[in-house]
């Protein structure tokens, strides 16, 4: 049987995640991004650099595939800021518009199977109220406008007309080695170590408030959504993903400075957000020292940075509510993959050395 997957979002956490693991399977796969993505696999794949705001684009390349049987729609639009734009009319209405732009025409041809879709914790309203601890899939909407509610209502109605199932992961923080996205943590970490490094300061701690949290691997999430897509009676269903533990990125903090030969320090507050941009010229410099790729300080943060200092809890004063979610359902339905949160952090900070986007730390502290 003919299996053909379109990821959307391909160069991001989750679609080059998806990419690699749907390979893996044996795939046929069709990458969507304006950037190429960069994964492990070294299997072939289709790459279609379309913009999905064009919906004329959309309707050329995606009208025309008709072997297209599953989708994983990984693709988000985020303003500059980030946080700002998780209640934004604009933000919401340019999401919606984008997953139209890709459903229409692939909906349009009789192939079609299946469609994957992302959404997160905001679905329980994490990031405006506290929420019930675990929060569970079963839980009743929660009352509030957020992109991800146009766009699953979008893919029901869409559903009921072409006859398609769908699948809804709700990942809690992704951890991978993209750079230049919205919300990956790892590479922020690696930038201010080798600062640290190189001004010969401690590798301190940057936030006022640790906290408890959960993350997924995003090898965790391209294999559920492999396993979805082959699954029927995973479909039309919602699924927290998490990589099976809690963590606390304070207490990581020792076994990173250990990871990195350096120096802990005692805890200094310092705004990532602030700091690491203002650091663009010293960045430059250690580019060229490390002969790394020619990546600016912008082009490897993304909006990154915003996040890590949420996920670091600068600025606060009290550790906000808790964000705990449930697993059992995905588990129970027979995807039991789990994931240590501490290794999948220092594995994915060794393919960013691998890769020569950061400098490998423990040699040159060893020259120094």
Not at 76 to 86: F, T
Not at 204 to 230: K, M
Not at 241 to 262: C, I, Q, R, S, Y
Request: hydrophobic fraction near 40%; proline fraction near 7%.
């Amino acid at each position: 049987m003919s299996r053909t997957v379109l990821i959307t979002g391909a160069s991001g956490l989750v679609g080059s995640g998806a990419v690699d693991s749907f390979l893996d399977a044996g795939w046929e796969v069709i990458a969507v991004s304006r950037r190429t993505p960069e994964i492990c696999s070294c299997k072939p794949f289709t790459h279609l650099p379309v913009d999905l705001l064009d919906a004329g684009a959309c309707q050329k390349a995606f009208g025309a595939l008709a072997q297209v049987t599953h989708v994983v729609y990984a693709a988000v639009y985020e303003k500059p800021g980030l946080i700002a734009g998780w209640q934004d009319p604009e933000q919401m209405s340019t999401n919606l518009a984008m997953i139209r732009n890709v459903m229409e025409p692939l909906a349009a041809g009789a192939s079609l199977q299946h469609v994957s879709v992302l959404q997160g914790t905001k679905a329980y309203g994490a990031h405006l109220h506290p929420i019930r601890i675990p929060a569970r899939e079963r839980y009743p909407r929660d009352d509030h406008p957020n992109s991800y509610w146009f766009q699953e209502d979008y893919i029901r109605e869409k559903s009921a007309q072409s006859g398609f199932g769908w699948t809804i992961f709700r990942p809690t923080i992704v951890l991978g080695p993209n750079v230049g996205v919205a919300m990956n943590t790892i590479p922020v970490i690696g930038v201010y170590a080798a600062l640290c490094l190189e001004t010969g300061v401690p590798f301190s701690y940057p936030g006022h408030v640790s906290y408890p949290r959960e993350a997924v691997d995003t090898r965790l999430i391209g294999d559920a959504s492999v396993w979805a897509a082959e699954n029927p009676h995973a479909w039309n269903e919602h699924y927290n993903l998490t990589n099976g533990e809690v963590f606390n990125w304070k207490d990581l903090w020792p076994t990173l400075a250990d990871f990195f030969g350096l120096e802990l320090g005692a805890d200094q507050p310092l705004s990532l957000a602030e700091f690491l941009p203002s650091q663009a010229g010293l960045w430059e410099k250690l580019v060229k020292d490390h002969d790394l790729r020619p990546l600016t300080m912008t082009q490897l943060l993304g909006e990154s940075h915003y996040s890590a200092d949420s996920r670091f809890g600068y600025g606060l004063k009290t550790a906000p509510p808790p964000t705990y979610v449930s697993t059992f359902k995905i588990k129970q339905a027979g995807f039991t993959q789990v994931r240590d949160t501490e290794e999948c952090i220092k594995h994915w900070l060794e393919v960013l050395v691998e890769r020569k986007i950061l400098p490998d730390i423990i040699k040159a502290r060893a020259r120094s």
